[in-house]
């Protein structure tokens, strides 16, 4: 066994978490089994493998920086439910 019940009552208790008995035992056990099968992966041989962060090649898209003409401030205040002036009235945030 890799995890005992009193590992998992105590991380239980650390994260606030009320368990049964039987959700105790029923947690200890899966843990137990996923804790093997992680020792199991560590047995591969893994020296001429390159590490990645993703499983799949992703790049970042992004469209280059274009100047366009804006909406006209009086435009976008008309938008907004309510302005006050040259700006969007909003509730006051403390």
């Excluded at 099968?37 to 591969?44: I, V």
């Excluded at 499983?55 to 920086?65: K, T």
């Amino acid at each position: 066994m890799k995890i005992s019940s009193e590992e998992v009552e105590h991380v239980a208790h650390l994260a606030r978490l009320h368990l049964s008995a039987s959700d105790i035992e029923t947690f200890t056990q899966q843990l137990n089994s996923i804790l093997l099968y992680m020792e199991k992966l560590s047995e591969l041989n893994t020296s001429g493998i390159t590490p990645t962060t993703h499983v799949l090649h992703l790049s970042n898209a992004f469209r280059e920086d274009q100047v366009r003409p804006s909406l006209p401030r009086e435009e976008a205040l008309e938008l907004g439910p309510e302005q006050g002036g040259s700006s969007f009235v909003v509730p006051k945030v403390i």
